[in-house]
């Protein structure tokens, strides 16, 4: 029996899918039509977290670029361009050979250093920029990944043609290379394989909606619900003994801006479970007076080795000035120099003794700050909160886990790391351990040691 692709290919039929009727060119279109659904995705969550949109335009505007040219520069390492020595081409982002941790690496370092110049002005945690950024990257991947059909790249081990057919032809038909991914010459036969750009499309369009929609929800879903805690505060439709009730009848406390009420054909009000949350936590204002103690308390323990430095910068320069009186006061008499010179030092030291160091250094200092009380102080009811940061830590774990089952079917001229199994797993592994590295520390240790007062965070302290 004649196979299909005998009695129907050649390896020119789709040759010019790189650039369609000529001029159109899929795979930088796409990749442009990925990123602006991405950027979308973080204006929307943006202006739900209330932060300045002027930072992500910024950020765009420097990280986009850098992330797309070492993109280009990562993902073509290993590729003519290196052997002909034409290293102009590393950056040819409308050809094939786009790595995204390359991309991220260039664009996170980028983007991580303007919003942290503008953080502290802005009173933003960089975990809620991350969790408002990151994710949408795979909204970015999830659009862009067909633009590597057109270029034929991305696919996975050789599989029969009646194994793929279930797809529409149009994508089936183009499952093949045009050029050999080791040796860049022309393939002479249609060899038909997996689709992996489909594969990890469909997988990031999952993990875009699981880390949009179903991650930053599931506080709200598993903690004991507020209205356990106080049934008149919170009249809504899981409230079974208030359903509805009389607004005069509502318990009200200080919240950082005002909810609106559902209204029922009696007049009575209710609110949204959305609502429900944002009053109980996220809107929810805490007294001042304890807030601004607590903050006194952090506010201290920083002063103590920022006192400790100055004092002991202080003591260098007093010390280096009777250092220069001494040699002037005893030019002459190097003896009665080297005595005082010793009685100088001995004296200094003891000063710097008598500084008492806080701590061993700055970073231990910084280790043993304590936000607790300032914590409990917004979540008196301890509620199960997920964090700022959490969600760009599990962003991390979950791709990473994709991308390491996707790695499994590639040829190696494919792989993020040219020609090395090796290497390109322990890349993986390595982002894999910081994202649970991440996640342990943005959930269960950040938040009750470098909280402060006036900060946006999952909601404002």
Same mark, same amino acid.
């Given at each position: 029996m004649i196979s299909v692709q005998t009695l129907y290919f050649d390896v020119d039929k789709y040759a010019g899918d790189h650039m369609l009727w000529g001029w159109f060119a899929p795979y930088p279109f796409l990749i442009f039509l990925g990123a602006m659904a991405a950027i979308i995705a973080c204006v929307v969550?943006?202006?739900?977290?209330?932060?300045?949109?002027?930072?992500?335009?910024?950020?765009?505007?420097?990280? *986009?670029?850098?992330?797309?040219?070492?993109? /280009?520069?990562? =993902?073509?390492? %290993?590729?003519?361009?290196?052997?002909?020595?034409?290293?102009?081409?590393y950056f040819f982002i409308w050809e094939p050979g786009m790595n995204?941790? =390359?991309?991220?690496?260039?664009?996170?370092?980028?983007?991580?250093? #303007?919003?942290?110049?503008?953080?502290?002005?802005?009173?933003?945690?960089?975990?809620?920029?991350?969790?408002?950024?990151? +994710?949408?990257?795979?909204?970015?991947?999830?659009?862009?990944?067909? %633009?590597?059909?057109?270029?034929?790249?991305?696919? =996975?081990? @050789? @599989?029969?043609?009646?194994?793929?057919?279930?797809? +529409?032809?149009?994508?089936?038909?183009?499952?093949?290379?045009?050029?050999?991914?080791?040796? %860049?010459?022309?393939?002479?036969?249609?060899?038909?394989?997996? +689709?992996l750009f489909l594969y990890e499309s469909i997988a990031t369009l999952i993990l875009f909606i699981l880390l949009s929609f179903v991650i930053p929800n599931l506080g709200r879903w598993f903690s004991k619900k507020p209205w356990k805690y106080n049934r008149r505060a919170y009249p809504c439709t899981y409230n079974k003994e208030y359903r509805w009730a009389n607004e005069s009848e509502v318990d009200f406390f200080p919240l950082q801006a005002p909810l609106k009420y559902r209204y029922n054909k009696e007049g009575q009000v209710s609110y949204s479970l959305n609502s429900v949350w944002k009053k109980a936590y996220y809107w929810r204002d805490v007294d001042v007076t304890a807030s601004h103690a607590a903050q006194d308390k952090i506010d201290k323990w920083r002063d103590k080795w920022d006192r400790f430095v100055e004092s002991k910068i202080n003591l260098q320069k007093r010390f280096k000035v009777d250092k220069i009186k001494l040699k002037r006061r005893f030019k002459n008499d190097r003896v009665k120099l080297k005595t005082s010179m010793i009685e100088l030092k001995s004296?200094?030291?003891?000063?710097?003794?008598?500084?008492?160091?806080?701590?061993?250094?700055? &970073?231990?200092?910084?280790?043993?700050?304590?936000?607790?009380?300032? !914590?409990?102080?917004?979540?008196?009811?301890?509620?199960?909160?997920?964090?700022?940061?959490?969600?760009?830590?599990?962003y991390l774990i979950?791709?990473?886990?994709?991308?390491?089952? *996707?790695?499994?079917?590639?040829?190696? #001229?494919?792989?993020?790391?040219? /020609?090395?199994?090796?290497?390109?797993?322990?890349? !993986?592994?390595?982002?894999?351990? $910081?994202? @649970?590295?991440? &996640? @342990?520390? /943005?959930?269960? $240790?950040?938040?009750?040691?470098?909280?402060?007062? %006036?900060?946006?965070?999952?909601?404002?302290?």
């Open positions: 969550k943006f202006r739900l977290k209330r932060m300045p949109i002027a930072d992500l335009q910024i950020t765009i505007v420097i990280a *986009l670029p850098v992330g797309l040219l070492c993109a /280009s520069l990562f =993902g073509k390492l %290993g590729t003519s361009a290196t052997f002909n020595w034409k290293i102009y081409e995204l941790y =390359g991309g991220l690496a260039g664009g996170f370092a980028v983007g991580f250093a #303007y919003l942290w110049s503008k953080h502290n002005k802005r009173m933003i945690s960089m975990w809620t920029y991350a969790d408002a950024i990151m +994710p949408n990257l795979l909204i970015a991947q999830a659009v862009g990944r067909w %633009g590597n059909l057109f270029n034929h790249e991305i696919l =996975g081990k @050789v @599989v029969d043609q009646s194994a793929i057919n279930w797809l +529409p032809s149009w994508i089936w038909e183009r499952c093949y290379y045009i050029y050999n991914p080791a040796t %860049g010459e022309k393939m002479t036969e249609v060899v038909f394989r997996e +689709p004296k200094y030291r003891e000063d710097v003794q008598e500084l008492q160091r806080p701590s061993r250094n700055a &970073l231990t200092h910084w280790w043993k700050f304590d936000s607790k009380e300032l !914590y409990q102080l917004h979540n008196d009811n301890k509620y199960f909160i997920i964090h700022s940061g959490f969600v760009s830590a599990v979950l791709y990473t886990f994709v991308r390491i089952i *996707l790695e499994t079917r590639r040829s190696e #001229y494919e792989l993020s790391i040219k /020609s090395s199994w090796v290497l390109d797993g322990l890349m !993986y592994f390595a982002i894999f351990a $910081i994202g @649970v590295a991440l &996640l @342990v520390f /943005s959930q269960f $240790i950040a938040p009750k040691k470098w909280r402060e007062e %006036g900060w946006l965070y999952e909601k404002s302290y």
